[in-house]
């Protein structure tokens, strides 16, 4: 029997046996050509199911929290992780200073308090003339520091108050020498505020060209319109984007499960799961390329999978409909 004969033969009793198909490099005509063929590959079943899929219906799939998407071309993302500082925009925020020396008579605003342009902080008691003037704030904003009570004496060498516009925010990055090169003024950034919500993104503003000993880093700002969520004082993360790479079929990393050495993904097919296996591409830090196992339409279980495979260990089905 020649190469291809034995090929055909052996192809055709594994189609009798009932085997799945792979593939496997054969040498056609014995001249050493590589050619990728169709092998012959014992099917898995998991125990409990003699198909091969886990059922679950759509009440315990939300349930267990499982969250279902589909694989679609994506765009994945290489990041550079930063971590920066949120403070008040400089630009925006301005001191109320006494104009002569005196004693405070009436404190109207307070620490946090937001207040409309020209409207009244406190009343101050001249030492000179013995007349009461008036603080008020020079623009719409938020009361950030105070420098005095009631009966304190104040002066023009010190503010009373600091009122900032906190509608958009400062955000300093540490940047560390290494990556000074790969960052320029108008790079994207994703702003992650790590208060449950959505990522927002920003721009680059501004690059130190200065460093600091202590840190051995420089300074990256930018400037992010603020709906409140951004608290000056707070730390906070962001991911610079570096490049961008177009792919066919992403899927999110959460999906990914290891089974018996092979990454595993679970389609959802009806009321059923099956386990697929999947090849691997470029990743990020949310979504990975799919190069193999899964095409675009597929729907998959992006989160909570660890319940399905848990189900799959188990060898148990869910009849509960």
């Known amino acids: ?122 009343t101050v008691e001249s030492n000179q003339s013995l007349t009461t003037y008036e603080l008020r704030a020079p623009i719409a904003g938020t009361v950030i520091d105070r420098q005095g009570s009631l009966g304190e004496h104040v002066s023009e060498q010190k503010p009373v108050f600091i009122v900032a516009d906190l509608s958009s925010v400062w955000i300093d990055f540490s940047i560390y020498r290494r990556d000074f090169s790969r960052i320029q003024v108008g790079d994207a950034v994703v702003i992650d505020p790590e208060d449950g919500g959505a990522t927002m993104e920003s721009k680059i503003s501004y690059v130190s060209p200065l460093g600091t000993s202590d840190t051995q880093s420089g300074l990256a700002r930018l400037v992010a319109p603020n709906d409140g969520r951004l608290r000056a004082g707070l730390f906070v993360t962001g991911r610079l984007l570096l490049t961008a790479k177009p792919v066919e079929v992403a899927i999110k990393l959460s999906a990914l499960q290891t089974i018996d050495g092979k990454t595993i993904v679970f389609v959802r097919n009806g009321k059923e799961f099956e386990s697929r296996e999947v090849e691997l591409g470029t990743r990020d830090a949310e979504h990975v390329e799919v190069t193999f196992g899964l095409v675009t339409g597929d729907l998959y279980a992006a989160k909570n999978s660890f319940v399905i495979k848990a189900e799959l260990a188990k060898g148990g089905v869910s009849h509960d409909h």
Do not use: C, W
Not at 95 to 114: A, I, Y
């Open 1 to 122: 029997m020649t190469r291809i004969g034995g090929a055909v033969a052996i192809g055709m009793l594994a189609g009798a046996l009932g085997f799945t198909v792979g593939y496997y490099t054969a040498l056609v005509g014995g001249a050493g050509i590589a050619e990728r063929r169709p092998s012959a590959v014992i099917a898995k079943e998991p125990a409990g199911h003699e198909d091969g899929g886990i059922e679950m219906s759509d009440a315990k799939v939300a349930a267990a929290g499982i969250e279902l998407a589909s694989a679609a071309p994506g765009v994945l993302r290489e990041t550079l992780r930063l971590n920066g500082l949120i403070q008040p925009n400089q630009e925006t925020l301005i001191q109320v200073t006494p104009r002569f020396p005196g004693v405070v008579k009436e404190m109207r605003k307070r620490l946090g308090d937001k207040v409309a342009k020209g409207e009244l902080l406190a």
